[in-house]
């Protein structure tokens, strides 16, 4: 959508009136930093944002491609990832998740539904030749303790 990209570029071909883009932007960087502007070719309307600290539902961290039998290979782990901190590796293949036998896609991504923050999950891997069954805990990272303000001293 944005930059009349997208949608609105597919929409323009069968429709002949106006088309308007609303696109949410944030309002804040990644360290918490005000954004203030975005492009005016962006869209033709942005809606501000805030940022999102954690996301409503645990992500395992972990980018995968197709593997024998259509199960999910393991080609990237995110640091201190839920997937990273049970000891998930690159090159692991999939075989179960939360003891459901793990065929494709959409079985991974209904199973990742499923999870909620402090859930635990099974996950059953086949590293080198071996099956290895480790548990995935969804936990919150620990928030940094606020700043305090810092004194300052008049002459």
Do not use: H
Not at 23 to 34: A, K
């Amino acid at each position: 959508m944005s930059y009349g990209l997208g949608i609105e570029r597919q929409a323009r071909k069968w429709l002949s009136g106006k088309i308007t883009t609303l696109v949410p932007v944030p309002v804040t960087d990644s360290e918490g930093e005000r954004i203030p502007a975005v492009q005016a070719s962006y869209a033709n309307y942005v809606w501000g944002i805030p940022g999102e600290r954690e996301s409503l539902y645990p992500s395992l961290g972990i980018s995968t491609t197709s593997g024998e039998g259509g199960r999910r290979k393991i080609i990237q782990v995110q640091k201190d990832s839920p997937a990273d901190k049970a000891g998930l590796k690159v090159g692991d293949v999939i075989l179960t998740m939360d003891g459901q036998p793990l065929a494709d896609l959409e079985t991974f991504n209904v199973i990742m539904s499923r999870q909620r923050w402090a859930d635990r999950m099974a996950t059953t891997v086949s590293r080198d030749g071996k099956e290895e069954t480790l548990t995935v805990v969804f936990r919150r990272d620990t928030p940094e303790p606020a700043k305090a303000p810092q004194s300052s001293t008049r002459p």
